[in-house]
């Protein structure tokens, strides 16, 4: 059975929201419902993974949990959410990854996650000085409790990676950043430079960003001890250009979000709970009601899917760096420029086209 | 291809070895069990979004 109409997209991973809320307030978090505690319920998994297994993909797509802060749905809870998918789990047509602040995470959750095979990321920004911008509703510093979680992951050896997000403040220090990963234990760190997204007005901008780029890559190549994403992405591009690594496959993940109340966006999960005049709520449809192939055969039919695709053409034809990039991102086109037709975005110079060229620069 | 990827590419290709050498550092454990378009930026443990958690 053919999900897509042609191959522009294919179906790669799944992110799903069982809660809303979060126990921290992070002050560039783009969220705008993580104060209340809405939580989704476990027969939106059992549609899951009917609509999986009547798909039958030949591969594994990984199950992102995501929020709010995930573990906030509470240990008891997420079993019965994800008791449904262990069937697929067991066969390897799904795995279960999660982003957690880390706060929570104690030795059940340590068990938890061996049990049902989880692979963990944990979201912080660097040493705590420049993770002062994660805070709970109180305005209290987090970075104990966050490494208080690291240590439990490691204390269970589980493998762990991170995701670290870049203010303004924070680009002066580079090398700072990536010691601190180097000295926590994770495989790899994902670098998300601020954005103008959802409820935060605010991006990293300047000539600072560049450096940023650069002392990093440089710190990188002085002891590769852990896998910077951007680098590794850039580089196995760049491999596949000298015909040492696969090239890029010209297809764009459709990407499910699936909200706590089944509610299915497409493309991006920062524009989940988002309105638009010109695409109501990018809502596709309802996994309580329909089975994921019939909202994704909507979802290809829809204003904001049909004017992405456009945006991603015109990408094709003006910008130099689209063979490594495929596109942009609709949440940046949407949240900065208002426009899912667009094409370069803050979000492109400083994530994609800035560390490529230095990249380019420094081998 | 565009003039301006071509240059690019042209690049990447002058420093091919320096390329092969940090490809070694960057070894794609990750990437297994993934569908291969995975493999690429929009994979996991490599994808760029969400950032939340």
């Not at chain 1, 209340?36 to 476990?42: A, E, G, I, R």
């Not at chain 1, 990039?325 to 086109?333: I, V, W």
Request: with cysteine; charged share 25%; aromatic share 10%.
């Amino acid at each position: 059975m053919s999900l897509f109409k042609d191959d522009f997209f294919f179906l790669g991973q799944i992110v799903l929201q069982p809660t809303t809320v979060c126990n921290l307030n992070c002050s560039y978090c783009y969220l705008p419902s993580r104060d209340k505690n809405l939580k989704m319920d476990s027969r939106l998994t059992v549609n899951l993974a009917q609509s999986l297994s009547d798909l039958s993909l030949e591969y594994n797509v990984p199950l992102i949990w995501h929020g709010g802060e995930p573990l906030a749905y509470g240990i008891d809870h997420f079993v019965k959410l994800i008791e449904p998918l262990e069937k697929l789990r067991k066969e390897g047509k799904i795995s279960h990854c999660v982003q957690t602040n880390g706060t929570l995470i104690d030795d059940r959750w340590c068990e938890f996650f061996k049990n049902y095979g989880f692979e963990v990321g944990v979201s912080i920004d660097g040493p705590q000085l420049l993770n002062s911008n994660r805070v709970d509703w109180q305005g209290n510093d987090s970075f104990n409790k966050i490494m208080r979680g690291i240590s439990l992951l490691r204390t269970h050896r589980i493998n762990f990676t991170c995701i670290a997000v870049i203010t303004n403040d924070a680009l002066q220090e580079a090398r700072d950043i990536y010691n601190f990963f180097c000295q926590i234990g994770c495989e790899s760190v994902g670098i998300n430079l601020e954005e103008r997204m959802g409820t935060n007005l605010n991006s990293a901008h300047g000539e600072e960003v560049t450096t940023f780029w650069e002392e990093l890559f440089k710190a990188w190549q002085e002891n590769p001890q852990v896998r910077v994403r951007e680098f590794t992405n850039i580089l196995q591009w760049m491999g596949s250009l000298i015909g040492e690594t696969e090239a890029i496959p010209n297809r764009t993940d459709i990407f499910p979000t699936i909200g706590w109340d089944g509610s299915v966006v497409l493309l991006s999960p920062e524009i989940l709970g988002a309105q638009s005049l010109l695409y109501n709520n990018f809502v596709a449809g309802n996994l309580l009601k329909d089975d994921l192939s019939t909202i994704l055969e909507r979802g290809q039919k829809s204003r904001y899917i049909r004017e992405y695709r456009q945006g991603v053409e015109r990408c094709r034809s003006e910008c130099k760096f689209f063979d490594y990039c495929r596109g942009g991102q609709a949440s940046n086109k949407f949240f900065e420029l208002g426009d899912i037709t667009a094409t370069e975005t803050t979000h492109c110079r400083n994530s994609q086209q800035t560390p490529v060229e230095v990249v380019l620069k420094w081998l | 291809m565009s003039g301006a990827t071509t240059e690019m590419s042209r690049q990447v290709i002058s420093k091919q070895s320096q390329v092969r050498k940090l490809l070694k550092k960057v070894e794609p454990a990750n990437f297994k069990e993934r569908p291969k378009e995975l493999a690429w930026n929009k994979g996991w443990n490599l994808f760029n979004k969400p950032r939340g958690g």
